[in-house]
């Protein structure tokens, strides 16, 4: 099972020209289409008098949910170049937008393809690159009287403690990497068969 996956922490820019034209790259981390639109309607407004905004995103912990947009330049010869950079790294949760300034001479369609391709990378390459690791967010009840038992738990698979309530009965709020649900929910299985009292919800 997929535990991690690459993204990047920080916004980022590249440049390209060629015969005049000028092709600005800006990649963004983003977790939703939301977060893309509001991104893309922001450089729009910084770049309002460019003559194409070309973008491609890749969102989702798996990487499922991809666009490709040439933005009027001729099909395949922007968006997909730039996709093929973010998917080159293995990225998700990632826009990369290239904004082009023509220079008065046309490239051709395999000189649109290297400018977009070459724009995209270079920003990627001033991205600061991370690994997430995807969890899902647990609450566990019990008495207080088990709670060396629940703190054995949290050492023993790593567990990431995000919050306690002791004001009635013992309420903890856990981060757990997907890979690992399966053997807390065996443990908690176990120590309740051997008459412990800890129950588990999924937020």
């Known amino acids: 099972m997929q535990d991690s996956f690459l993204t990047i922490s920080n916004s980022a820019e590249g440049l390209y020209k060629e015969k005049g034209s000028k092709f600005i790259a800006v990649a963004f981390p983003v977790t939703s289409v939301e977060a893309v639109k509001e991104k893309l309607e922001l450089l729009r407004k910084d770049y309002y008098d460019a003559r194409h905004h070309c973008y491609a995103y890749v969102l989702g912990h798996d990487g499922s949910e991809t666009r490709a ?7 395949h010869s922007a968006g997909d170049p730039i996709l093929g950079q973010i998917k080159s790294k293995n990225l998700t949760n990632t826009l990369l937008v290239v904004v082009r300034y023509f220079g008065g001479t046309k490239l051709g369609v395999s000189g649109l393809i290297n400018a977009y391709k070459t724009a995209a ?14 969890t899902e967010t647990v609450i566990l009840r019990f008495p207080y009287d088990e709670m060396n038992e ?10 990431n403690i995000k919050g306690q309530d002791y004001d009635s009965g013992c309420v903890m709020t856990i981060g757990v990497i997907v890979s ?9 299985t176990l120590l309740n068969d051997l008459g412990h009292s800890i129950s588990v919800s999924e937020l």
């Open 69 to 75: 947009n040439d933005d009027g330049e001729p099909n």
């Open 121 to 134: 990378f270079e920003a990627l390459e001033e991205a600061q690159i991370v690994k997430r690791e995807i």
């Open 150 to 159: 629940v703190m054995k738990l949290v050492k023993d698979l790593e567990l």
């Open 180 to 188: 690992k649900m399966a053997k807390m929910n065996e443990k908690l």
